[in-house]
């Protein structure tokens, strides 16, 4: 291998670069927008969950439990109606999440030991925000029962007791339960994987469609320079596009990187690296813009969306399922960034993920250069 012919190659495609600049600008300003846009717009966060009661009792007891669903911030109380009709109205019209309605004879109840009613209505057209929603207002529900039960026995002589159990709990590594801090390092690497493959599966095919394959042919260029000379153009452009979301994610969103920053760096670019050369292989086997835009499009952004464990956990999905998230990389560039990015851990932890991108991308560099060698041949 020549070092001398892949620079030129690498030279050659960062003048065509350079003399796009429109396409430029996309290659730059699309990972920008992708991020503010899904940073911005994609919050998997339930909280001033729109709440109407229904307050039958009119009892002290019955408002101290409204006062409790005030005072939550997972609730979001819009007033206290009258009518069992009101509720089935706002709830039809998407005013309303969740509804409770405390039963007439709630205080009474409490008061004789027996077992006090509090209904819960909520809409189950977004089956996840509602089973959230219902988790919320149960556990807030149990607390003021336990605590009611504590108070009675104390005020009735049986002795002022603590809670048979005390769960105090702590939250790892995301203690606010923000979801942007786990969503933006799964988002970036959602992005480069598609900005990546689009930006190389153009290449080969131009090349082929514009007439200019042949003289490359006819030039002592290897398969192994085409790529690598190809690549490194684009790995310019990526790796600015790499460093563009980082800043993004840290600055603007706030993301804590309790890991090391070279880490970051180094699992991007050998994923970046991998992803090039998908879409280099996607070029040279199609060996046409509009089909290897397509297929760009088909075998990165679905399954980084999908089936990298971004969005939808992966120990969720069903067996068949699992196994096939195994062969895309965007799986092992997910939990890493998401593992340096909130645990700060370190290669030591990461070493299988960084050891799957490493032989992915082998694999397909491999794969590139021979499809590239027969139609040098």
């Known amino acids: ?97 969740l509804a409770v309605v405390i039963d007439q004879h709630f205080a009474e109840d409490l008061r004789g030991g027996r077992e006090a009613t509090v209904q819960l209505l909520v809409d189950g057209s977004d089956a996840n925000t509602a089973s959230i929603a219902l988790g919320y207002a149960e556990a807030l529900l149990q607390s003021y029962a336990l605590e009611w039960q504590l108070r009675w026995a104390d005020e009735h002589g049986l002795g002022a007791r603590a809670a048979p159990v005390q769960a105090r709990l702590r939250v790892w590594y995301n203690s606010d339960m923000k979801s942007k801090n786990y969503i933006v390092p799964g988002l970036i690497a959602v992005i480069l994987m598609i ?79 991998g992803a090039l050369c998908w879409g280099i292989l996607l070029s040279a086997v199609t060996r046409q813009q509009l089909a290897a835009f397509q297929l760009g499009i088909l075998t990165s952004f679905l399954p980084a969306f999908l089936l990298s464990g971004f969005i939808f956990s992966i120990e969720n999905m069903p067996g068949v399922v699992q196994l096939i998230t195994h062969i895309f990389p965007a799986r092992y560039f997910v939990t890493a960034l998401k593992g340096i990015f909130l645990k700060g851990v370190s290669v030591r932890v990461l070493w299988v993920e960084l050891l799957f991108l490493l032989i992915y991308a082998v694999i397909v560099f491999v794969l590139a250069t021979r499809a590239l060698r027969r139609q040098l041949a």
């Open 195 to 273: 900005i990546a493959a689009l930006l190389t599966s153009l290449t080969i095919a131009r090349e082929w469609e514009m007439g200019t394959m042949e003289q490359l042919l006819s030039t002592p260029v290897r398969a192994t320079e085409l790529v690598l000379g190809k690549m490194a153009a684009y790995f310019v452009v990526g790796f600015i596009d790499m460093l563009t979301a980082l800043g993004v994610g840290v600055f603007i969103f706030d993301v804590p990187l309790r890991g090391s920053t070279l880490l970051v760096l180094g699992t991007s670019c050998l994923f970046l690296f």
């Open 1 to 97: 291998m020549s070092l001398r012919r892949t620079r030129a190659i690498a030279g050659k495609e960062l003048i065509h670069i350079v003399r796009d600049p429109r396409s430029l600008i996309m290659a730059l300003a699309i990972p920008l927008l992708l991020l503010l846009l899904f940073g911005y717009a994609l919050s998997l966060d339930v909280d001033r969950i729109p709440t109407l009661i229904l307050d039958a009792d009119r009892t002290p007891e019955s408002r101290d439990v409204i006062e409790r669903f005030r005072g939550s911030r997972y609730f979001d109380v819009g007033g206290v109606v009258d009518r069992y009709a009101t509720i089935q109205q706002q709830i039809d019209r998407g005013a309303c999440l």
